[in-house]
Every structure is written in structure tokens, then in C-alpha cells.
Nanobody, 124 residues
Framework: QVNLVESGGGLVQAGGSLRLSCTAS????????MGWFRQAPGKEREFVAA????????WYHDSVKDRFTISMDNAKNTVYLQMNSLTPEDTAVYYC?????????????????WGQGTQVIVSS
């Protein structure tokens, strides 16, 4: 079993920054890929960014790739999402996810474990 705990969400003004964290408790399970997804009210969950466990491969949705940075601290089993230049369109619940076998980084069903989500609200 892999347990994911997110933190770092909150309320920020447009143009501001937040850093989300996700710590994985994996008790001997291997993880190949970590991802961040988000879900805005009334919308489907969408891919934001992903990183492989070794940290040498990253992927981004086009809408965030010049503003968000995903990174990994293997010593802490923690993945981060640094979000800069936030806009109200970034308002959503952000979910961390882990994939044991990889696959298509933006495909929800390729992820095996999910965190509980952390709310990000960007005011105009």
C-alpha cells in the first residue's frame, strides 16, 4: 500500500506563488512515476505535471509548463509542485498520484494511488 499526503494549498492572489508537497509512504512498494492533477468545480480532473521517481524526467501540461515546476526529493519521498504566476484559472483541488508501472503520464487510470487533495484558490 502506498499512502500519499499532500500539503501546501491555500488562498493566494493572482500573480502569487504556492508550493505543494506530497509525501509518499510506500513501505517497500516501488514507485515509477509521481504526478499532479487538478480538478476545478464542475470540470473533469486534468493532468498538471509528472516526474519519474529518479527525478530525471519531467512532463507538463502546456498551460503550466512556463509557470510550474515539479521536483523530487528522494531522501524524503516527497514530490513538490512549485506554482508561480498563478491565475484564477488555476483554482482547483490539486491531487498527488503515484504510478507503480508508469505508462502515459497524463492518463488518470495509469496511476495506482491518490492523495486526498489540497485546495488552491487564486483570487483576482
Amino acid at each position: 500500500q502506498v499512502n500519499l499526503v499532500e500539503s501546501g494549498g491555500g488562498l493566494v492572489q493572482a500573480g502569487g506563488s504556492l508550493r505543494l508537497s506530497c509525501t509518499a509512504s510506500k513501505r517497500g512498494f516501488s514507485i515509477y512515476l509521481m504526478g499532479w492533477f487538478r480538478q476545478a468545480p464542475g470540470k473533469e480532473r486534468e493532468f498538471v505535471a509528472a516526474i519519474n521517481w529518479s527525478g530525471n524526467g519531467t512532463w507538463y501540461h502546456d498551460s503550466v509548463k512556463d509557470r510550474f515546476t515539479i521536483s523530487m526529493d528522494n531522501a524524503k519521498n516527497t514530490v513538490y509542485l512549485q506554482m508561480n504566476s498563478l491565475t484564477p484559472e488555476d483554482t482547483a483541488v490539486y491531487y498527488c498520484a503515484a504510478s507503480q508501472d508508469g505508462g502515459i503520464v497524463a492518463r488518470i487510470r495509469d496511476y495506482d494511488y491518490w492523495g486526498q487533495g489540497t485546495q488552491v484558490i487564486v483570487s483576482s
